[in-house]
């Protein structure tokens, strides 16, 4: 395993080769399990138009089902004791996540986390929910480690959404919001895992901080973009010297 790489391949095959206790925080936004596919194509039915919304193209398919028990008994086991898991989650997914979590001798569930946005999501359920300006971060520990920079944390994180001309994955994290949290519950030089990585921002936010990465991506597409972003970011800080990141199939 070489730090400071994104492999394009399925996490969930490829976990059970890493080393035992490697990573000391694991920040990760898996699918949602929600259905995109069918919500657009119904708003589509409904004449609301598909410019103002998101493509289905890239949404749509490549994800597979997490296996939540299983795949959570693998996070641990590459998890260094006193380390976290921080999840970005719908309400649904938390549920599910929490009485797994609840059930195994694995993980301790701290809390709830609340990332506030500046602006709500648009409404994809027709008027029957109120449209979400929130998501939950499930915050998990294997063994324990307290919070750094412990003055006036609340449980709710009010950063802005990205913007839209940095704008280049359908889900994708402020850059801020993960280096706040990288801060929070790690130190510089440690090794950070995202086993989604979509876009890059963990990457970019370790980089930014100080800290190393490791992380897959399953779409070519975006693993593509994540190199080019890092990529970009070694041009904008490196003078003289070259600095390489490993784009691995």
């Not at 996540?97 to 994809?124: C, G, P």
């Not at 940095?166 to 030089?189: A, R, W, Y």
Request: hydrophobic share 35%; glycine share 6%.
């Amino acid at each position: 395993m070489q730090p400071d790489t994104i492999i394009n391949a399925n996490c969930l095959d490829n976990i059970h080769r890493l080393p035992a206790g490697i990573f000391d925080l694991c920040i990760m936004d898996p699918p949602y399990e929600v259905d995109y596919a069918s919500k657009i194509n119904n708003l589509r039915d409904m004449d609301k138009g598909s410019k103002k919304h998101i493509n289905i193209g890239q949404v749509d398919g490549m994800h597979p089902n997490i296996p939540w028990g299983v795949f959570l008994c693998q996070l641990y086991s590459v998890m260094k004791q006193d380390s976290t898991l921080l999840i970005f989650s719908s309400q649904k997914l938390a549920c599910k996540i929490y009485n797994i979590v609840e059930n195994q001798d694995k993980f301790t569930f701290r809390q709830f986390l609340i990332w506030k946005k500046s602006h709500a999501t648009f409404d994809m359920t027709f008027g029957l929910k109120y449209a979400y300006t929130t998501e939950i971060i499930i915050y998990l520990q294997k063994g324990s480690r307290k919070i750094n920079q412990r003055t006036n944390r609340i449980d709710i994180i009010e950063i802005d959404k990205t913007n839209k001309s940095g704008f280049v994955h359908p889900t994708q994290k402020p850059i801020e919001l993960i280096k706040f949290l990288m801060k929070d519950h790690s130190n510089p030089g440690d090794l950070i895992f995202d086993p989604f990585m979509g876009s890059g921002t963990t990457a970019l936010a370790a980089k930014q901080s100080d800290r190393h990465f490791f992380g897959y991506e399953i779409d070519a597409k975006f693993h593509k973009v994540a190199m080019q972003r890092m990529c970009q970011e070694v041009l904008a800080t490196t003078q003289g010297g070259l600095m390489q990141y490993a784009i691995q199939t």
